[in-house]
């Protein structure tokens, strides 16, 4: 009966264990899927900053050769503005001209009619 008894409890013990292996085996299948899952997530994340980081490059380069138009264009721009301050300032030279010669001509003409 004590044998019986000691029997029974070593086959409940033994249930209790194999139950508790199955659970330590049923975590260790989630946490092998979730280790899993997050190794993928981890790769996914390294691989769009590579991605971001070679956009980032890129977006750098193209300001530089913005940046580089940009001052080109400006030296352009100045370069006009001092060649059209140059013309304007031979239009009022000429100008000035016209009327000197218009004056004389209007003084050789008043001459003109004086000797008549």
């Known amino acids: 009966d004590s044998t019986t008894e000691a029997l029974s409890?070593?086959?409940?013990e033994l249930a209790d264990t194999s139950e508790a292996e199955g659970e330590a085996a049923r975590r260790a299948g989630v946490e092998e899927e979730t280790?899993?899952?997050l190794q993928a997530s981890l790769e996914n994340s390294e691989a769009a900053a590579e991605n971001v980081r070679r956009e980032l490059e890129e977006n750098e380069e193209h300001?530089?050769?913005?940046s580089e138009d940009l001052e080109e264009t400006r030296?352009?721009?100045q370069s006009?503005?001092?060649?059209?301050?140059?013309?304007?300032?031979a239009l009022e030279d000429s100008q000035a001209q016209c009327r000197g010669?218009?004056?004389q001509l209007e003084a050789t003409?008043?001459?003109?009619?004086?000797l008549l």
């Open 9 to 12: 409890h070593c086959r409940q």
């Open 101 to 103: 010669l218009q004056d």
């Open 75 to 77: 030296l352009r721009l």
């Open 35 to 37: 280790c899993q899952r």
């Open 80 to 89: 006009s503005l001092e060649a059209q301050s140059q013309t304007s300032s």
């Open 63 to 66: 300001l530089g050769k913005a």
């Open 109 to 114: 003409q008043e001459e003109g009619q004086r």
